[in-house]
């Protein structure tokens, strides 16, 4: 590592609040899957800043998008409407088959405006102040407080307790414990459509299914967090259209913007028309113009693109090669995941694998203590995937 660069991570860990165990690289620019360090060493990105970098980095039409929209204006207030937002709604409600928008400036506020409008719903209904929501255990929904409280990972709660009330855990893929813990309080269920963080673990169908018609028979909103596996990550724009399981409010954020801070959350025309009204809810710098023309853009070129086509074709040779290592290693002890979000998981922490990962290379991120999660720009090819097996083989123990 250079002077300079050691000298900038000294300089980090004196300003910057200790709230990251950081990997010791300073980061300067990107190119399609490919980040340089301020020395000009190359990685190899197989975490896209945690599924984010979708179309990867440096694309020229994303990047001219957000040029001319930056020259024309960067920010006004949604007490007036702009071009972006309009265009950006359309394209995100034909791409959801959802049917009202809400822009949000980052995952945790879009899980935030979700529970708000799924309480409110409930509130019109019967006019009761003492709702429940249950979420999933292992799930992960953001930092703020509503969304801690419904992270069902009592680690990153315990500090901060109080959490937002009548929260209850289920566990994931298990419908009867679900079912257990609805009452006629029962407001929402939330979840992510592939647990992320929490281990990548995906829905089962069934499960998935069985929630819905739960839902339905008790008029309880289901909440699907789409925030880490939606944006055409598992070969749909969204992983619940894969069954066919529609929620009733949705979140999105991460690969959205592409890299401008961005999230929203939608829900369906009924919602809509009975929950959140004006003055309810708001954010300032929420759908402003620069972050639409970036979620206008990065939708436009999901189509122009085939990006989702690519990641259907790409996402099997994954899984296959990640199979063979599984195959061929004990210490690996599975394989899961849904298209271009995939664990493998060890039997051993694997932090020591992703720092030598990094010295050759390959930038890679654990999801959990033991398990290496795969999470790429969506436009890799087959020969990224082979490059990356051949640095990451090695290092497995
Ligand atoms: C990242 C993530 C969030 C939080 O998003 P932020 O933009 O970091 O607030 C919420 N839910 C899921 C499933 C996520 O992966």
């Known amino acids: 590592m250079s002077e300079k660069m050691k000298n900038y991570i000294e300089e980090a860990e004196k300003d910057l609040l200790h709230t990251y165990n950081r990997y010791q690289i300073v980061l300067d620019k990107g190119e399609g899957v490919t980040l340089y360090d301020i020395d000009g060493k190359e990685y190899l990105d197989f975490v896209s800043g945690i599924g984010v970098f979708a179309l990867g980095y440096g694309n020229k039409e994303y990047n001219d998008a957000l040029k001319s929209q930056i020259d024309k204006v960067i920010h006004t207030s949604n007490y007036y409407y702009n071009v972006p937002a309009i265009e950006a709604a359309g394209k995100i409600k034909k791409a959801s088959g959802m049917d009202r928008v809400f822009f949000t400036n980052s995952g945790a506020e879009a899980v935030e405006g979700a529970l708000k409008a799924a309480r409110k719903y409930a ?86 299914k069985d929630v819905r018609a739960l839902c339905d028979e008790k008029d309880i909103l289901l909440i699907l967090d789409e925030i880490q596996c939606g944006m055409g990550r598992t070969g749909y724009m969204y992983a619940w259209q894969k069954f066919g399981v529609k929620p009733d409010i949705m979140t999105t954020a991460k690969a959205l913007g592409c890299g401008v801070p961005v999230g929203a959350f939608l829900m369906t ?63 690996v002890i599975d394989r899961r995941g849904s298209g271009l979000l995939q664990g493998l998981e060890f039997d051993h922490p694997v932090g020591d694998i992703i720092n030598k990962a990094l010295e050759n290379g390959l930038i890679l991120i654990n999801a959990g203590t033991n398990i290496i999660r795969f999470i790429p720009p969506l436009i890799i090819s087959k020969e990224d995937v082979d490059k990356m097996i051949s640095i990451l083989e090695p290092l497995i123990y």
């Not at 407080?145 to 990153?156: D, E, I, K, M, Q």
């Not at 109080?162 to 289920?170: E, L, R, T, W, Y």
């Not at 929420?286 to 436009?300: H, R, S, Y």
């Open 269 to 331: 025309e009924k919602v809509g028309q009975n929950s959140l009204v004006a003055g309810d809810h708001g954010t300032t710098y929420g759908g402003n113009p620069l972050a639409c023309a970036a979620i206008d853009k990065v939708l436009d070129l999901f189509d122009t693109n085939h990006i989702i086509d690519n990641v259907r074709e790409v996402s099997g040779y994954l899984e296959k090669r990640l199979d063979e290592i599984k195959d061929k290693h004990d210490s």
């Open 123 to 208: 509130f019109l209904r019967d006019g009761h102040t003492d709702h429940e929501i249950i979420a999933m255990n292992h799930s992960f929904h953001g930092r703020t407080f509503g969304a801690l409280s419904v992270t069902g990972n009592p680690h990153y709660r315990e500090a901060f307790e109080p959490m937002i009330g009548n929260i209850k855990f289920a566990d994931y893929n298990d419908i009867e414990s679900v079912k257990s813990l609805v009452t006629d309080k029962t407001c929402a269920i939330i979840m992510e459509t592939v647990q992320g963080e929490g281990g990548i673990y995906p829905a089962t169908e069934s499960f998935l």
